[in-house]
């Protein structure tokens, strides 16, 4: 089993060693062991959260995320070989989420694991003593970072057609303590590679019009 003492000692060995497009919308530049992060709603997003809380081979958990796949988990950088999925918890969803947080150092939770507001104070109890992390998919209350994500567009469609190669989203960060002040992000979610990045100025535009820069007039 592990203790809290053993996830922060992992969190911060492996502090720095991971650079994410996320580490500007998060206090100190990562989350934070025995902390909670809300991810909006948006799946990718909760998925890059969790690859980022659980670098370094860090076991994982979900609960309640029945949308939740294996090659999307996999893509995301999630070693599926120590994840371990509830799709289901029932309505015991407070329980299963308390046994996880003692033992599993990063725990994903969606919509449909219903949590009562005075079980949240005892999970929050929990966290603090197990140093383990919870990403709530929605909302999550009194969470410390609460992530919004504002669809930009789809690059690779042109006029009514062609493949879809990657997702702009503005992800605006808040909360509480080290994460009340507001700060923003333009990113691919996921990009033309598939995976997470920054959108850079100019990027978004050559992506757009990629599928037709070798073209020119002949003849």
Known sequence: MWTGQQVVEERDAGAGAVASPLSGLLPGG???????VAAGGDLPLLLALAALAAADSVAWAAVGVPELGGLAAAQAGLDLAIGLVVSDPGPRAAHVLAVLLESVPVVLVG??????????????????????????????PGADVQLRVAPVGWAGVGRGHGLLRGRRVTVTAGGRGAAAAPRSAELWLPGPD????????GTAEAVRSGARADLRVVG
């Not at 990562?30 to 909670?36: L, M, N, Q, S, V």
């Not at 949590?115 to 949240?120: C, D, I, Q, S, T």
């Not at 109890?125 to 990403?135: H, K, P």
Request: glycine content about 14%; aromatic content about 4%; cysteine-free.
């Open 111 to 140: 919509a449909s694991a219903r949590v009562p507001e005075r079980a949240v104070r005892r999970l929050w109890a929990v966290m603090r003593r197990s140093g383990a992390v919870l990403l709530a998919a929605g909302r999550w």
């Open 194 to 201: 598939g995976l997470l990045g920054v959108v850079e100025r």
């Open 30 to 36: 990562g989350i934070r062991p025995g902390t909670a």
